[in-house]
């Protein structure tokens, strides 16, 4: 059997991608939740703050480890696999790729340091300023990475010019067309991941009747949270749809089925897409929903799919299917925040243990429909790599053969199953720890037990603990504030 280099370099950096991008999605939205806690903990000296934020510090650590580590190998794909296309777009995605490293990540890695390690170190202004500027870091991190995503999508103030892209003009190029919504739209989707996780962890702790105080405080701002945010990435959702059927017209008519251009077009609900005929099979739909959706208008006219050749279609099976997973998703996510507020409102959110348990499994949903949103997004680009100036055939390299991209595929698939076993192993001792081994100053920057050597040979005085068989492990002080045992 042949093997084909460009479908098995498509497929490998689909897997990769995706295996990377469910790590700082939930990474940005508990940066921004972890710097919440630490600014209460700072206002209110209450240590329930405290305690919440250095357990979820710890999560936060091991899922940034493997974002970080999942993430390296991707641009090598750029010059194993996509050889042409590196060349040709390196005058714009070159420096894109490095003011990442240089303005984010730098400053992700330094302050989490002291996030992670500095708590009893520094001042509590500056362990918060740590905790803000991670969560700022996280968002320049995906300001640049968005905005090279999006300009494959919709590019903008580039010329190409002997199939290289020489850009004409930065501002254009950086906030091309889709990019304001694409990175508004990836930023609702980050919190609403870290929203669901931290609220799904913490009702697994509450039907467990483990830290309750804690865990009720942090499970109702996340609801209080999702009731907001669910709402608005509906509506900036259809915000970005319009944007995209004006700029991805065969995108939009993949994601609605649409073969013929046509006004009142229906809403599908379900369908079988085949290119081979160019049609759907069992389709079932709302009349006119689709035109309204996408125009305002019932009578508004929707593009089909064929105004352009079939070696120009996006997979639309792919593509139809990935795109009713995500908004399915979607309206069940507010579903969950109404739910959460009609329960608060009766006093019995603590108290219904199935919407406990619902909250449990909602903490995976978000993963899946930010997946699913990725492959509506890169799918229904195809076949362009650069929509309407390069294909994914042309920026294949062209040594490639079909048995180099399979084995590379193999190798990362080994690989990532090892680093994903690894970070799920530790983060799961984590998460079975839980608040119990977290600080519990009765006020915040309280003392802790320990001193902290002031002069040299000081440290000798600090609590040490001696342990024999048959001998009891004990701490105490004593009056002149020197430690034994």
């Not at 890695?109 to 803000?132: E, M, Q, S, Y």
């Not at 889709?178 to 870290?194: D, E, I, K, V």
């Not at 509906?234 to 251009?261: I, R």
């Not at 294909?391 to 698939?413: C, D, K, N, R, W």
């Amino acid at each position: 059997m042949e093997l084909d280099p460009l479908i098995l370099s498509r497929i490998q950096f689909a897997f990769v991608v995706s295996f990377h991008a469910i790590f700082p999605v939930f990474t940005i939205g508990l940066a921004s939740f972890i710097a919440f806690l630490e600014a209460l903990a700072f206002k209110t000296g209450n240590p329930v703050w405290l305690r919440l934020s250095a357990f979820w510090t710890k999560v936060f650590a091991v899922v940034f480890g493997m974002g970080v580590v999942s993430g390296i190998v991707m641009s090598f794909q750029f010059g194993t696999n996509w050889s042409n296309f590196s060349q040709a777009s390196a005058n714009f995605l070159g420096p894109m790729l490095s003011y990442e490293v240089v303005t984010a990540f730098f400053l992700e890695a330094a302050f989490l340091g002291v996030l992670l390690f500095g708590r009893d170190k520094v001042p509590k202004g500056v362990h918060l300023l740590a905790a803000i500027m991670v969560a700022v870091g996280t968002f320049i991190s995906s300001f640049w990475i968005l905005s090279a995503n999006s300009w494959l999508h919709t590019p903008a103030g580039v010329e190409l010019r002997d199939g290289i892209f020489h850009v004409v003009s930065w501002t254009e190029a950086i906030f091309n067309p889709s990019f304001p919504y694409r990175f508004a739209h990836m930023g609702l989707a980050s919190f609403l991941t870290g929203a669901f996780v931290v609220a799904g962890v913490s009702a697994w702790y509450l039907l467990r009747g483990r830290e309750v105080e804690a865990n009720r405080k942090a499970l109702s701002i996340c609801l209080w949270l999702l009731l907001i945010i669910a709402p608005t990435q509906a509506v900036l959702g259809d915000f970005h749809g319009l944007n995209t059927l004006e700029h991805q017209p065969m995108k939009v008519a993949a994601m609605e089925g649409n073969w013929e251009t046509s006004t009142r077009v229906p809403l599908l609900l379900f369908a079988i897409p085949d290119n081979e005929t160019q049609s759907n099979h069992y389709e079932v739909g709302i009349p006119g929903l689709a035109s309204l959706i996408l125009t305002h208008d019932i009578d508004g006219e929707v593009p089909g799919l064929n105004e352009v050749a079939e070696d120009e279609q996006p997979p639309v099976a792919i593509v139809f299917w990935a795109f009713r997973v995500m908004v399915g998703l979607g309206l069940l996510m507010i579903a969950v925040a109404v739910t959460g507020l009609l329960l608060r409102a009766k006093g019995r959110i603590w108290e219904a243990r199935w919407f406990l348990q619902g909250l449990r499994f909602m903490s995976i949903t978000p993963f899946v429909a930010v997946l699913a949103g990725w492959v509506v997004t890169e799918s229904g680009r195809a076949p362009w790599l650069v929509y309407g100036m390069m294909t994914h055939e042309q920026g294949l390299t062209p040594s490639l053969t079909g048995g180099m991209a399979l084995f590379s595929l193999i190798g990362y698939v080994v690989v990532y199953a090892l680093v994903f076993s690894a970070g799920i192993y530790y983060l799961l001792r984590v998460l079975y720890v839980g608040l119990e081994n977290q600080p519990v100053e009765e006020e915040y920057g309280g003392d802790r037990g320990v001193d902290r050597p002031m002069r040299p040979m000081s440290a000798s005085h600090v609590p040490f603990e001696y342990n024999k068989p048959g001998m009891k492990i004990g701490k105490f002080r004593t009056p002149n504030n020197e430690g034994g045992a």
